[in-house]
């Protein structure tokens, strides 16, 4: 990443939101993920890994799916339905080739190809829910967008360095979750993809705290800077 991180002032509107909104993910998926652990009920990852983690993905996918329409409703909202219905149909069909590209990356690094399939094509829909849809829904199909906010580091301060930050750590989560696995401790939550998904939200929770920080940090000062 070479250059700076863009440092414009967001409106105060912005700034809030982004806030609750992260804050309001991070507790949602604090209580899917932690409340029913151990406790053999639908919502248990550890005893009902795919039920669980198709309520924590609609979850996640929901939440950004209103976070984004929240961001863009004012220019969205104004193009004809029939672009509306495209992009939509586009932001999907991206979401599972992404999903499709993080199921492939795992068989690459070692997860079963022909057992569990059903369970490494949850853990890359978990992946792509978490690493690529807060894109899709904040940055759009728009290819310069990702690079500007990926490869240059130029993220507006908000939404866009929240989908930056939360993006990066969760993958860093789920490759972090792979750890465990093949450690001798014979326990049910070692069974892929379990520890891998954990770490992937524990990633994209601490991820969502960090670029809520970040944000109230940056907001405050330049916000002093501006009066002064």
Not at 6 to 18: A, C, E, Q, V, W
Not at 109 to 124: K, L
């Amino acid at each position: 990443m070479s250059a700076p991180m863009n440092t414009r002032l967001p409106s105060k509107d912005i700034y809030h939101f982004t806030i609750r909104a992260n804050v309001y993910q991070i507790v949602l998926l604090a209580v899917l993920l932690f409340l029913p652990w151990n406790t053999k009920t639908l919502l248990d990852i550890v005893y009902y890994t795919l039920r669980s983690s198709e309520i924590i993905i609609a979850a996640i996918l929901s939440s950004n799916l209103l976070i984004g329409m929240y961001f863009s409703r004012n220019t969205f909202i104004k193009k004809s339905l029939s672009y509306r219905i495209r992009a939509i149909f586009k932001g999907f069909g991206y979401y599972m080739l992404a999903t499709c590209f993080f199921h492939s990356i795992a068989v690459l690094y070692g997860a079963p190809f022909f057992e569990s399939v059903s369970q490494t094509f949850h853990f890359g829909a978990l992946l792509a829910s978490t690493a690529v849809f807060p894109g899709l829904c904040i940055l759009g199909l728009n290819l310069s967008n990702w690079v500007r906010v990926f490869s240059q580091n130029g993220a507006d301060l908000g939404p866009e360095s929240v989908v930056q930050i939360s993006a990066v750590s969760s993958i860093i989560g789920a490759w972090l979750g792979a750890f465990p696995i093949p450690l001798d401790w014979d326990r049910d939550w070692q069974e892929w993809p379990i520890t891998c998904m954990v770490g992937n939200l524990l990633g994209y929770m601490t991820g969502l705290l960090i670029a809520a920080v970040h944000l109230c940090i940056r907001y405050n000062k330049l916000k002093k800077h501006k009066v002064t």
